[in-house]
């Protein structure tokens, strides 16, 4: 079964609710309240409704499946960058390293003990990891609790965006702590701003227009089969791919 997307994971979170004893005989209401609230609220009712332990389990069942490294977390793994963030609750970037010293912070506390000896790799998982449910960020409270505890870690990610140059893979800009801090650092970079690049499969026209407009270029594959071969064109370590001639 693949990761579900936001979409899929607010769907089995109403699917478990229908099925708890508190909610029988109101099944219409719950589904009316999916329908009309944000996926934070959904993602709380669930949390509160479920209790924490079966909250860590739900999400263990969703994101801790063994699931095959991807050619695509392959070449990724294979890019010599030093820094990387993300919002995934799998682990499956760990494991595309393969113990190749990549060190991974996914605590406020990991992350500042770490960061002052400059890992050569180094992964910073902004919402935590699903090996540590304690630790995941998907809640409105959680969102809420995040700015505060994890202001390290925000604060590290907001000045990177203003002094590096960005590529987002797999990645929609809708994250609601992030779109805060990609604001804040446009606003004040203005032209200044360093390029950042949205690697995306299919392409969307008025996203793209979209998307332009916040200063964020978009690379469209036309399919995600060829995310491998786009990230090994970008490794500066690989050779170029050699066209064959033609006759």
């Known amino acids: 079964m693949p990761f579900p997307s936001w979409d899929d994971l607010v769907r089995r979170m109403l699917g478990y ?23 934070l609220d959904c993602a709380e009712l669930f949390a509160h409704s479920g209790g924490a332990a079966n909250f860590g389990h739900f999400m263990r069942e969703q994101f801790g499946v063994p699931y095959p490294i991807t050619p695509s977390h392959v070449a990724l793994a294979e890019l010599p960058i030093s820094e990387m963030f993300t919002t995934n609750y799998d682990e499956l970037i760990e494991a595309s390293f393969q113990g190749n010293d990549l060190v991974v ?3 406020p506390q990991q992350f500042v003990a770490r960061l002052s000896n400059r890992p050569k790799r180094h992964l910073i998982k902004l919402h935590g990891t699903v090996s540590e449910p304690e630790t995941i960020v998907l809640t409105r409270s959680q969102y809420a609790a995040s700015r505060k505890a994890r202001v390290e870690m925000f604060d590290h990610l907001r000045g990177r965006l203003r002094e590096t140059p960005f590529v987002f893979v797999g990645y929609s800009l809708t994250d609601p702590n992030f779109t805060i801090i990609h604001d804040e650092a446009r606003l004040a970079m203005g032209s200044n701003m360093p390029p950042s690049y949205l690697v995306q499969g299919r392409a969307n026209l008025v996203r793209e227009s979209y998307l332009r407009s916040l200063n964020v270029n978009v690379i469209s594959l036309g399919t995600w089969n060829l995310l491998p071969s786009f990230l090994r064109s970008i490794n500066p370590n690989l050779p170029l791919p050699v066209e064959p001639a033609q006759r």
């Open 105 to 107: 912070s996914v605590t």
């Open 17 to 39: 609710l229908k099925n708890l004893s508190d909610f029988s005989g109101r099944e219409q209401e719950l589904e009316e309240f999916f329908d009309q609230q944000d996926a």
